[in-house]
């Protein structure tokens, strides 16, 4: 079955960086478009990168600029370069299939990040 396991996050303050990584499982990673998405305290999860399988990228305003969605077709893995980091970025991150919205019912148990001095 699909398995999406998050990690690389902590905490960071404002101005640092984080990279985070999603292995993915259990599907053929290489044909399907990628996301990241995230979930702040009392919020909805939100999509904030998607990478296509060609390498096609699309980001959410609040993050464009600052953060670099890519893959490695080779090691199944989607990556989150996050820069400029702000106290607003804090959240619990996923990845799920979907350059554009999520594919998969099931997520993983996301990597939390917090931004804070």
């Known amino acids: 079955q699909v398995r999406l396991v998050e990690s690389g996050g902590g905490l960071v303050q404002p101005g640092g960086s984080l990279r985070l990584s999603c292995v993915a499982s259990g599907f053929d990673f290489s044909i399907y478009g990628m996301a990241w998405h995230r979930q702040a305290p009392g919020q909805q999860r939100e999509l904030i990168a998607g990478?296509?399988?060609?390498?096609?990228?699309n980001y959410a305003d609040s993050v464009k600029g600052r953060f670099t969605i890519s893959r490695d077709n080779a090691k199944n893995t989607v990556y989150l370069q996050m820069s400029s980091l702000k106290s607003e970025d804090t959240a619990v991150y996923y990845c799920?299939?979907?350059?554009?919205?999520?594919?998969?019912?099931?997520w993983g148990q996301g990597t939390q990040v917090t931004v804070s001095s």
């Open positions: 990478i296509s399988s060609s390498g096609s990228t």
């Open positions: 799920n299939g979907g350059r554009w919205g999520p594919t998969f019912i099931s």
